[in-house]
């Protein structure tokens, strides 16, 4: 066939390597190896050649020639020595012909260099077919300077064979070293030989001595060149040194500045010998770096380690004169680069590095492009070193998993939106993690003049720590106890808070597991406490009472016979001074005070077993609603019997973590989710026709982004009682996506509406008159500015609209730079806000990490910064259970047998509890669930109640200097002039209320007349025209206007957060109780085990 009959080819490749062209450059170029070692032989060559002119010198006889020119053209070569310079030159004359054919022929023979090969080469080998030219004079010492760029090109080669490169700093100096030296023995080779000539020749040391001392511009003057020719090469080579050494000094400075911007290397033998972490950054702010420094070494274990910053920006001003203290600039070391090149994470020694912190750019205008690069790094780095722990911060939560092989990964908009939910629940959530996650010695405002600043101050040192229980002193009594009873006793005893447990063989971390779980020598504790207990002396106190007549029921039920919690902290180490009191006997109650009207005594507080009894272990049941078993079916609940408890099943983004919510037994419509739209379904347009029975949750965001699915979860988890779900309205700039609204149509009560915080009518439409909470997130296209401190300004303006025109309302709002929260709720006039501001200043000047928090706002728990939560990450490299036990509090992670954060207010049925001890105790015993903190509220002075007092006396002088009256009301008011400021006016105006009512009818109805009409035209305030602005949108809108007027101005008032307070302290109404719920529902899997019953889609 056709086929058969066609003839195979044999095809070779790369036929153009076979040349001999292609082949030199493949031996003397392209092979590294092999172009290293041609280098080197080539370099040892023209040393040998130096060296052997020096010997021909040293043997050289002049005095057999006559005339004297003779000298200059003619030498005295031995026989051997000539043998030995004409070896080499044979190897010489090869290596040039092969140059040749490397590249352009024309061009390489006019280099330098080829010529000077040539003029020391070609006579040499001449010399061998004629004999009488092997005296004639060779220059053969000009081959220093081939020597050097033999050296030049070797040490290239040895750092691209090796994969290792030095700086270029050694490099130049290098060249700048070998320039001097080859101008040096050109010199005085030279004169050497030019003297030869003249009356008195030089010897070869005596013309080194020269040139050293002219090229060092001393000039003794005591050596120096007798003829012309020599002379006349002195001129050249001072010449030729005033033109060659300025460039040369000028490359070596300019590479030295280069290496101030870039850093320069962390040498191998310090990442050998020294512990060292990195720090990759897109840009480097000096809020960042301090944050960072400060958390980082605020631990003792961390104090030895050296901090490398690699970055790929030039160091600012502002970053560089922090690291020319001497606190930081014999700790950190900045090298500019790029963690995706090889060369500078070898700069670096990340191979040797004990930790790599990779931090996102969040100032970024696309953060999903910094999500990117902050991916492409940790690549690079595990790439690059494998072993190196990994400690990752995204921004995104949909890019989570790309970083999933990280040791430690934060992502922002999980934690912030998680943090921003709980606030709606637990009010001051985001404090309480951030002060939690903070390292303090809790210091902070213990000079304060304020008892709440230094309460505040010092519970804010509490931070949570972890010990083996069999090590611990705190808890190895209550080994095969309860975690309710060890949790009870171990605060009762030692005023630590005992709040999650780790079994030995299971890796996750158990929040408050309960009753159930019981204790083991091998479990690991983790509990709140002002240190931890290995920095922890013990003093234990003998009863001082026993032999007075008191027994030991009574010393526990009396208040001074509580636990005496004296907390010193000084140089990490805390002495604890407490009583020496065995756990409660079953006997031992703490009694409510007796009641005064009727004699009678409430039941008292039973005690905490050791083991929980069997009634408490029953399971109950997963999918039922305990606050609707406690009380009967009401007409309001025939809403909340519509939902069932299941998984979402729709989740936004990869890698979310699964959590039991209430959801709707079929998806709603998407026409159905927009509020201020009717459709089909629906024929609402507003949040007033709804008619929700519970307050609103409005969030204020620019986009529908993933993380905001994190902010309806918290708030529709299964353990939140489903008559009190609040619905939540979503204000987006920017109207979602189908993606979006697919994920939230399974829950129950979430809408959203377009619409700005700017914008009066789309505040009003989605309902924020029956809202409770508001919240404002931070806007990604305000994040970068020109001026940094400036991406708040309209987030900050617009706040402050809102708080004027709804006082009541609590407004919890991101920022970008937490430095700004001093701007919220601004009040020029302010006393108060100004003495915390000194306040803060003074803690800053102490050095404390936590200057900001004696700031209103953030002490309330109505702003927050995402970039405070940037230490959670840097805690972790000492206490790597941080981002789990955050995880659990804020509900982002459920694991089974876990509990989760809620809170409990105090009412004034509460009150006989008396203190926080008991309180603890009542929960341990009652409901299993572990104390926390207390978010108080106190009532606090307005500046603009003394405002309006001295507005009043100056009202009343002016209308008595008319009557002639003032004199006797400054003489009565005079002898009080002793007191504070308040006081006196309170008095005095007490006091002239009294006198204007001793008048007559007629004169007091015309004086209050008057003082009444001109208070009137001084408090007809911007609250009226906001009160008037606000009705007439509300009318225009079609809205009802009824309940507006039930707005009250709560403002006066002081919030903050005590974490682990003494058990000594006292309760106070309207008190929030942070407290660890015990997830009872997990338990049912127990005895579930073997049913295949699903959770998912089921009716309670």
Not at 16 to 34: G, H, P, V, Y
Not at 188 to 204: D, N, T, V, W, Y
Not at 535 to 563: M, V
Request: net charge neutral; hydrophobic share 40%; charged share 20%.
């Amino acid at each position: 066939t056709s086929q058969s009959k066609i003839a195979l080819v044999h095809v070779e490749f790369y036929v153009d390597e076979n040349t001999f062209k292609e082949r030199l450059k493949l031996f003397f170029i392209k092979n590294q190896r092999s172009s290293l070692r041609i280098r080197i032989f080539n370099f040892c060559l023209k040393l040998l050649t130096c060296v052997l002119y020096i010997i021909r010198v040293m043997t050289d006889n002049p005095a057999q020639l006559r005339h004297t020119w003779e000298l200059i053209f003619w030498v005295d070569r031995k026989v051997p020595v000539w043998a030995i310079q004409v070896s080499p030159k044979k190897a010489n004359i090869y290596m040039c012909i092969c140059i040749l054919f490397q590249g352009n022929l024309w061009e390489q023979i006019f280099q330098v260099s080829f010529l000077l090969e040539m003029l020391n080469t070609v006579p040499f080998i001449i010399t061998i077919f004629w004999p009488p030219l092997r005296n004639l004079f060779i220059p053969v010492f000009l081959n220093c300077w081939l020597a050097k760029c033999a050296l030049e090109s070797m040490i290239n080669d040895l750092h691209r064979a090796i994969q290792r490169t030095h700086s270029a700093m050694f490099n130049q100096v290098l060249i700048l070293i070998c320039t001097l030296l080859c101008l040096v023995f050109t010199g005085a080779c030279g004169i050497q030989h030019l003297e030869r000539a003249g009356k008195k020749s030089l010897s070869l040391f005596n013309a080194l001595y020269f040139c050293i001392v002219t090229f060092s511009t001393v000039g003794f003057g005591d050596v120096t060149p007798q003829i012309w020719p020599s002379q006349l090469l002195v001129v050249v080579m001072i010449c030729v040194a005033l033109v060659v050494l300025p460039l040369q000094f000028e490359e070596l400075i300019y590479l030295w500045m280069e290496r101030q911007k870039s850093g320069g290397n962390y040498s191998r033998h310090r990442a050998q010998t020294e512990r060292h972490v990195v720090l990759c950054v897109s840009t480097l702010k000096i809020d960042l770096l301090m944050d960072f420094l400060n958390e980082f070494y605020a631990h003792p274990h961390t104090q030895d380690y050296y901090v490398v910053i690699l970055c790929p920006c030039e160091v600012d001003v502002q970053v560089r004169r922090i690291l020319q203290i001497p606190l930081w600039s014999q700790r950190v070391i900045y090298l500019q680069g790029s963690a995706l090149k090889n060369q500078d994470l070898l700069r670096a020694k990340m191979d040797d590095a004990e930790a790599c912190f990779i931090l996102s750019s969040r100032n970024e205008a696309d953060r999903m492009a910094a999500d990117h690069q902050t991916i492409l790094r940790a690549w690079a780095v595990k790439d690059f070193a494998p072993n190196c722990p990994l400690y990752v911060q995204i921004l995104k939560p949909e890019n989570k998993f790309h970083v999933k092989f990280a040791d430690h990964v934060v992502c922002e908009e999980e934690f912030k939106y998680a943090m921003l939910a709980l606030n709606c629940l637990c009010p001051a959530t985001s404090t309480l993690i951030t002060l939690l996650v903070h390292t303090s010695r809790g210091q902070e405002g213990q000079q304060s003049p304020e008892q709440w600043q230094r309460m505040y101050g010092r519970c804010s040192g509490n931070e949570v720590y972890h010990i083996r229980l069999g090590d611990s002193m705190f808890f190895r009594d209550y080994n095969s106890k309860s975690f309710t009873y060890a949790a009870f006793h171990a605060h009762k005893k030692y005023g630590v808070c005992l709040i999650g447990v780790k079994r030995e063989d299971i890796k996750s971390i158990l929040l408050n597991p309960g009753p159930r779980h019981i204790m083991s020598a091998s479990d690991t504790c983790y509990y709140i406490n002002i240190t931890k207990e290995e920095n922890s002396a013990f003093i234990f106190r003998q009863e001082e009472d026993q032999g007075k007549g008191r027994g030991h029921c009574d010393i526990l039920n009396s208040p001074s016979g509580l636990p005496v919690h004296s907390i010193i902290a000084s140089m990490g180490t805390v002495a604890m001074d407490f009583q020496n009191t065995s756990p409660t006997e079953s006997g031992a109650k703490l009694a409510p005070p007796p009641e005064n009207d009727q004699g009678s005594r409430r039941p008292s507080i039973a005690p905490v077993l050791e083991l929980a009894d069997s009634a408490s272990l029953l399971p109950c049941d997963l999918l039922s609603d305990q606050s609707e078993d406690e009380a009967g079916q009401s007409d309001e609940d025939v809403t909340a019997n519509e939902f069932v408890k299941g998984y979402p099943p729709n989740s936004p983004y990869i890698g979310s973590s699964p959590t039991l919510c209430h959801l709707l037994p079929q998806k709603a419509h998407f026409c159905c989710l927009r509020l201020d739209q009717s459709c089909e379904h629906v024929s609402f347009e507003d949040a007033k026709a709804y008619g929700f029975k519970n307050k609103l949750i409005i969030v204020s965001a620019e986009t529908a982004g993933n993380g905001l699915y994190n902010f309806i979860v918290p708030l529709r988890a299964y353990y939140r009682p489903r008559r009190e779900l609040n619905p939540i309205v979503l204000l987006l700039d920017n109207l979602p996506d189908d993606h979006f609204l697919e994920a939230i149509s399974c829950f129950p009560m979430v809408y959203y509406m377009g619409g700005t915080i700017d914008n009066l009518d789309s505040l009003l439409q989605c309902g924020v008159l029956y809202a409770d909470n508001l919240v404002v997130v931070d806007k990604e296209s305000t994040m970068s500015a020109e001026e940094d401190y400036m991406a708040d300004a309209k987030t900050i303006v617009n706040v402050q609209t809102m708080f004027r025109l709804f006082p009541s309302l609590s407004i919890t709002t991101e920022l970008t730079h937490p430095s700004n929260m001093r701007f919220m709720q601004f009040r020029a006039k302010d006393c108060y806000s100004l003495a915390l501001s000194k306040l803060e200043k003074k803690e800053r000047d102490k050095g404390s990490n936590l200057a900001f928090m004696f700031r209103l706002p953030f002490a309330a728990g109505r702003v927050f910064s995402i970039s405070m939560l940037d230490t959670l990450l840097y805690q972790c490299f000492v206490k790597d259970y941080m981002i789990p036990i955050a995880r659990l509090l804020l509900g982002l992670d459920t694991t089974p047998g876990s509990g989760y954060l809620c809170a409990m207010h105090v009412c004034e049925a509460d009150l006989w509890i008396r203190t926080y001890g008991r309180l603890f105790q009542k929960f341990c015993s009652s409901s299993s669930e572990i104390p926390i903190g207390i978010y108080r509220t106190e009532s606090h002075a307005s500046p603009e109640v003394s405002i309006c007092l001295s507005i009043y006396l100056s009202i009343y002088l002016s209308i008595c200097s008319e009557k002639g009256e003032e004199s006797k009301i400054l003489t009565r008011s005079s002898s009080s002039s002793d007191q504070s400021e308040h006081p006196l006016l309170r008095k005095k105006s007490m006091y002239w209320t009294r006198r204007l009512s001793r008048r007559s009818v007629k004169r007091s109805d015309s004086s209050l007349s008057s003082i009444q009409q001109r208070l009137g035209v001084l408090r007809r305030s911007e609250r009226e025209e906001l009160t008037e602005l606000v009705r007439n949108r509300m009318q225009h809108l079609g809205l009802h206007t009824a309940g507006y007027n039930e707005l009250n101005d709560q403002q006066n008032s002081i919030s903050y957060v005590l974490i682990n307070p003494a058990p000594d302290t006292l309760l106070q109404l309207n008190d929030v109780v942070y407290v660890a719920h015990p997830d009872r529902y997990t338990y049912t899997h127990i005895y579930l085990f073997d049913c295949c019953y699903s959770l998912t889609n089921c009716r309670p």
